[in-house]
């Protein structure tokens, strides 16, 4: 599967974004979806993830303030971000699940090539 993220760009603390994954190339409903991110001179986190049914699970860092969904007619899916922090800056990779642990990146054979999120103070 082929994933193409967008969406990203510089805003202020305590604004909001939206970042979409379009999927092609396979059965986008098949996957759990997952999005993660990387800061400079980081590794990769995860920040949440959609399974197929719809049950969604968020880091700690970002529950109340993150959102994923996703439109399986549409093959996308959706982070809202709201009350950005200049901690969230990162680059946000989405990606296809394909086994094991949900938040582990090495159970994600399927990756987006990153759109940039700017968080200014």
């Known amino acids: 599967v082929q994933l193409q993220a967008s969406g990203g760009g510089l805003v202020q603390a305590g604004e909001s974004l939206r970042l979409s994954c379009e999927a092609s190339g396979r059965t986008f409903s098949n996957y759990n979806m997952g999005w993660f991110r990387q800061a400079p001179g980081k590794e990769r986190e995860f920040v949440t993830a959609i399974l197929r049914s719809g049950a969604t699970f968020y880091a700690d860092s970002v529950k109340g303030r993150f959102t994923i969904s996703r439109d399986n007619a549409k093959n996308t899916v959706y982070l809202q971000m709201n009350s950005l922090k200049p901690e969230d800056t990162a680059a946000y990779y989405c990606?296809?699940?394909?086994?094991?642990?949900?938040?582990?990146?090495?159970?994600?054979?399927?990756w987006g090539q990153g759109t940039l999120v700017t968080v200014s103070s």
């Open positions: 990606a296809a699940h394909t086994r094991g642990y949900l938040y582990s990146r090495r159970a994600y054979d399927y």
